[in-house]
């Protein structure tokens, strides 16, 4: 089985310019989650889809944030503009329900976000 | 609010002695818990998980300890080994009221290094 896939690895942007994440889940995987992971601490969910619509996006800074699931599978979060502090590793998983308990999460390996 | 945290941000080894890896949680609604090992570059990787029903789970060569009472998890990990050098993250579910849906949040992270 095929895991999470993301892209790009790697990206280095000046502040105020734009970037977008790709994160490709776990066929089948009807919940997919974007988690964003400073240095040195855990990850912090941003947003939770289940299949297309947002379940959950309390955390996510809508001012310059902004994450989509068009057709329940691959998902795409962009930022703009960008700040230093968006400085971080962006990981993205998935689980096959929404509880995640049954089947477990399984994490991407993740983009990470330079900001100068 | 909610958070999980764990003890100790490093924690040195032997190969081959016991470790244990502590964390406090202080969501007393939370009823599942997991453990994630994070290597350098990856995402987190599921390691063992512990329904709030429970005290004690095992697996291979790792046992998660639950005290509800204390609010307190550990993990502990026998005969370590250099592949078990990483960082450790307690983690916790918690259900919505309402759908059928958890939100995953993790702790700080504590750092193993495995000394040989």
């Known amino acids: 089985e095929a895991g999470v896939a993301q892209s790009p690895r790697y990206k280095i942007i000046e502040k105020r310019q734009s970037v977008a994440f790709w994160c490709n889940p776990i066929s089948g995987h009807a919940t997919l989650y974007w988690y964003q992971q400073i240095l040195g601490q855990g990850p912090k969910l941003l947003i939770q889809f289940q299949n297309n619509g947002v379940v959950d996006d309390s955390q996510l800074p809508k001012d310059r944030f902004s994450a989509e699931r068009l057709k329940g599978v691959d998902s795409t979060l962009k930022i703009q503009p960008a700040k230093l502090e968006d400085s971080a590793v962006y990981l993205c998983?998935?689980?096959?329900?929404?509880?995640?308990?049954?089947?477990?999460?399984?994490f991407g390996s993740g983009t990470r976000l330079t900001v100068v | 609010g909610e958070s999980v945290g764990l003890h100790l941000p490093t924690l040195s080894v032997q190969e081959g002695d016991n470790s244990i890896i502590n964390c406090a949680y202080s969501?007393?609604?939370?009823?599942?818990f997991i453990w994630y090992k994070q290597e350098s570059g990856k995402g987190p990787q599921f390691i063992i998980d512990i329904r709030s029903n429970m005290d004690k789970r095992q697996g291979q060569r790792v046992t998660v300890l639950l005290n509800k009472t204390v609010k307190h998890l550990s993990l502990q990990i026998a005969a370590t080994q250099p592949g078990d050098s990483a960082v450790y993250f307690c983690?916790?579910?918690?259900?919505?009221?309402?759908?059928?849906?958890?939100?995953?949040?993790f702790g700080q992270g504590t750092t193993l290094q495995v000394k040989p």
């Open positions: 983690a916790e579910i918690t259900w919505w009221v309402s759908g059928n849906t958890g939100k995953l949040i």
């Open positions: 969501n007393s609604a939370s009823d599942y």
């Open positions: 998983a998935s689980s096959l329900d929404g509880q995640g308990v049954l089947y477990g999460y399984t």
